[in-house]
T-cell receptor, first 114, second 114 residues
Framework: AQSVSQHNHHVILSEAASLELGCNYSYGGTVNLFWYVQYPGQHLQLLLKYFSGDPLVKGIKGFEAEFIKSKFSFNLRKPSVQWSDTAEYFCAVRVNTGFQKLVFGTGTRLLVSP | DVKVTQSSRYLVKRTGEKVFLECVQDMDHENMFWYRQDPGLGLRLIYFSYDVKMKEKGDIPEGYSVSREKKERFSLILESASTNQTSMYLC?????????????FGPGTRLTVT
């Protein structure tokens, strides 16, 4: 079955530290990948997505992610985090089982201390 | 700006009650989705719909049903609420003919069943 693993459930960083959140997927078809973010009290919103082309994808607010096909990974990175990046981050893979749907990971809670 | 609205932010119901959660989107999207979000489990798909009067089961449909009588509205129904249905419920929509490009999420309804 298709699945997405986010191994870091909770991450605590100081401001200006670098961030890398892991995401590994299990899916044999054409891969389309997403990172969503949920700031405290707000809607889930799209950070970035990979459909094809350059495996290094840039998103909003200075985030980027790299698709590494051989490792089945799509890790999220940011060189210098801010307190406002405190949020929960979800990785998702688009699967096609007759109908398309997104399969989400369990999420990573990031706390950035000022 | 895409807007997905949900009828209630917080809801408290008793075991055995019939519960209706309403979702409305204003962007003429073909696709609509219901998820539940639980700590440590991420987002799990309950039901989705690719067209009016059309519905498909997601990964955890047991105990739920849905209705889509109009394109902009997608309702989630708990026929007989149980305590294990206490959760955050998220509605989402996306454009595309049976293709998901990006999902837009509502603010969520936190349901407590006592």
């Amino acid at each position: 079955a298709q699945s997405v693993s986010q191994h870091n459930h909770h991450v605590i960083l100081s401001e200006a530290a670098s961030l890398e959140l892991g995401c590994n997927y299990s899916y044999g078809g054409t891969v389309n990948l997403f990172w969503y973010v949920q700031y405290p009290g707000q809607h889930l919103q799209l950070l970035l997505k990979y459909f094809s082309g350059d495996p290094l994808v840039k998103g909003i607010k200075g985030f980027e992610a790299e698709f590494i096909k051989s490792k089945f990974s799509f890790n999220l990175r940011k060189p210098s985090v801010q307190w406002s990046d405190t949020a929960e981050y979800f990785c998702a893979v688009r699967v096609n089982t007759g109908f398309q749907k997104l399969v989400f990971g369990t999420g990573t809670r990031l706390l950035v201390s000022p | 700006d895409v807007k997905v609205t949900q009828s209630s932010r917080y809801l408290v119901k008793r075991t055995g009650e019939k519960v209706f959660l309403e979702c409305v989107q204003d962007m003429d999207h073909e696709n609509m989705f219901w998820y539940r979000q639980d700590p440590g489990l991420g987002l799990r798909l309950i039901y989705f719909s690719y067209d009016v009067k059309m519905k498909e089961k997601g990964d955890i449909p047991e105990g739920y049903s849905v209705s889509r009588e109009k394109k902009e509205r997608f309702s989630l129904i708990l026929e007989s609420a149980s305590t294990n249905q206490t959760s955050m419920y998220l509605c989402a929509s996306s454009w595309g003919d049976r293709v998901i490009h990006e999902q837009y999420f509502g603010p969520g309804t936190r349901l407590t069943v006592t």
